[in-house]
């Protein structure tokens, strides 16, 4: 499935740190989690950069309608949202489904996005079955809040505090978001719009990602010429939240190898 042009979006709830006229980057979250996924990352990068972390629909602050949520309509937010806050030439951070986001946004408003960085993520994340199991275990039993899949082993046995932080986002999700989210995971498939993308890309990986592996994100980012691929040792699905330090390095390096920073 591709993604369907996205024109009426919903403004989404932003927090912004930096200064207004600085290089703009964007942050999109994971399923189940909210912009303060970010938080730490955001402190450890260069401080004249125009941060903008949003919640999706259906998660954190930001309102939550009725699903299903095409993805194009996700997309859309994100585009609706970067036109309001006059954005134009940011460079996209997406984790998981906020990395679907970003391919979505770059295939379809290049005049908002000049590089992305897709991070534990796929053009195609799972199955539409095995989604479909999933969304049934939540409509049936409520989000699920087992997130130990999302970290390392030594992330969880180092750092339970992680641990509690993302159980507590997860839960402070509305069923209707997060199920929402589900559905639009479900139903896309981008493989040949991201494989038609020609922008400054930088993949990241985590060693121990249960759910969106290395391998997966590696074949992702050879869809795209040029992109730049790199591991980080010792994380799980949540990488920046697991090593932030390392994180915003690589960040910062792929910034200044496109002249952002
Ligand atoms: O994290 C996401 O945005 C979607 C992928 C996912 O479902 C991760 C997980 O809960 O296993």
Not at 13 to 37: C, I, N, Q, R
Not at 39 to 68: F, K, N
Not at 189 to 205: C, G, N, Q
Not at 222 to 245: Q, Y
Request: net charge negative; charged share 20%.
């Amino acid at each position: 499935m591709f993604i369907i042009p996205a024109s009426h979006g919903i403004t989404l709830h932003t927090v912004e740190s930096g200064p207004k006229d600085g290089p703009p980057v964007v942050f999109a979250h994971a399923l189940g989690s909210d912009l303060t996924m970010w938080d730490t990352v955001v402190d450890a990068l260069p401080d004249h950069l125009r941060l903008i972390r949003m919640d999706m629909r259906g998660h954190g602050q930001s309102p939550c309608p009725e699903g299903p949520y095409p993805m194009g309509d996700l997309v859309g937010d994100a585009g609706t949202t970067l036109d309001a806050l006059r954005v134009k030439g940011c460079v996209f951070v997406g984790l998981s489904i906020g990395g679907i986001i970003a391919q979505g946004l770059a295939a379809e408003r290049l005049d908002l996005v000049r590089g992305m960085v897709i991070s534990n993520t796929a053009a195609k994340i799972g199955t539409p079955w095995q989604w479909e199991d999933r969304i049934k275990a939540v409509r049936d039993g409520g989000i699920d809040a087992n997130i130990e899949r999302w970290f390392s082993r030594t992330t969880a046995r180092d750092h339970p505090e992680l641990l509690e932080d993302a159980r507590t986002r997860m839960r402070a999700t509305p069923l209707q978001g997060y199920l929402g989210c589900m559905e639009a995971i479900a139903d896309t498939d981008l493989y040949e719009s991201t494989a038609a993308l020609r922008l400054p890309t930088l993949a990241i990986a985590g060693t121990e990602d249960g759910s969106t592996p290395a391998d997966m994100v590696r074949e992702t980012a050879g869809l795209i010429p040029g992109s730049r691929f790199e591991l980080i040792r010792g994380t799980g699905h949540m990488s920046p939240v697991e090593k932030p330090a390392e994180y915003a390095a690589l960040l910062t390096d792929f910034l200044r190898s496109i002249g952002h920073v």
